[in-house]
């Protein structure tokens, strides 16, 4: 994780070995079977995977979210980290492969991960309220010394590179992500206890579990929630995920975006009430 914070650092800092790039920025890169280092970058690489990475390949694979938690990834732990993150595993032989690379490549190509896509390019995102030269999201390329797809003759734009590999799929459900993990609530210094941390493991990666969470507690007895929306919730992981967003900044963040049912809240009031009569 060290590794990881000290190439972040140096991303934002040393805008030599990182120029910053906008949806117009041209770079020569191309990736394709006959490049001589095909299939080299899927093996002993990190990583980092979104809810919505999640949601694609657990079912592209058809599997459920624990299973897939359980054969495809790793939860570092770093009681530094503001919430949970996970990682591809990768497999446990010589080369440390991608358990998804095949001969001809990604055997997941059309649910990939967000980061597989991106490949060369980062993205930088600033946090909520930040000023100065960060406050603007922006791109960067990674040249992985391995990588001969720069040798390559075809030039794109950054927004031609992001269109073909389909990142806008991925946009609108990284935004809801963003929103959790930069939320101001980490900046004034706030950290989740481990009820909450559990509570964001389950609504960002295992969506499965938290379908259960829903339906089968008292949770839509304690909360007021459109009839037509838990039709969908039951059995649309992209909708439960956006829910469990709204749900997260609720539970975690303190904010009013749940509606709690009349009944529960006046049974609340009147406990409290009560209690008061009683002191
Ligand atoms: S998911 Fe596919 S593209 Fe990404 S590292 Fe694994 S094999 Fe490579
Ligand atoms: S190392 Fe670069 S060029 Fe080679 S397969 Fe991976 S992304 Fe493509």
């Known amino acids: 994780m060290k590794e990881i914070e000290n190439l972040k650092e140096a991303i934002l800092k040393d805008e030599k070995e990182y ?35 999640v ?20 939860a570092p732990f770093d009681k530094n980290l503001n919430y949970p993150v996970i990682l591809l595993a990768m497999q446990e032989n010589e080369s440390k492969s991608c358990h998804f690379v095949g001969d001809s490549g990604c055997t997941v190509y059309a649910d990939r991960p967000w980061a597989c896509r991106m490949y060369p390019l980062g993205l930088a995102s600033p946090r909520d309220g930040i000023t100065g030269p960060l406050q603007k999201e922006f791109y960067f390329l990674l040249q992985e010394p391995v990588c001969k797809g720069f040798s390559e003759d075809k030039e794109q734009t950054v927004a031609q590179w992001l269109d073909n590999e389909g990142i806008d799929d ?28 559990e509570m964001f493991f389950t609504v960002c990666y295992n969506i499965d579990k938290f379908r ?56 609340k009031l009147a406990e409290l009430k009560a209690k008061q009569k009683l002191k």
């Open 212 to 267: 259960e969470f829903v339906f089968e507690s008292t949770f839509l007895q304690k909360f007021d929630v459109d009839d037509a929306l838990i039709e969908k919730i039951k059995t649309d992981d992209v909708e439960l995920f956006k829910f469990g967003c709204q749900w997260l900044r609720f539970a975690a963040f303190g904010e009013d975006t749940m509606k709690v049912d009349s009944t529960v809240a006046n049974t």
């Open 170 to 197: 991925y946009s609108e459900m990284g935004e809801l992500f963003k929103n959790l993990t930069l939320h101001s609530f980490f900046d004034k210094g706030g950290k989740l206890d481990p009820g909450r941390m």
């Open 55 to 74: 949601i694609r390949l657990k079912n592209a694979l058809g599997i459920s979210s624990q299973e897939f938690l359980s054969k495809y990834t790793l």
């Open 19 to 53: 120029p910053r790039m906008d949806l117009d920025t041209k770079f020569k890169f191309r990736c394709h079977p006959g490049v001589p280092c095909f299939n080299e970058c899927c093996a002993d690489v990190n990583i980092f995977l979104t809810p919505y990475d």
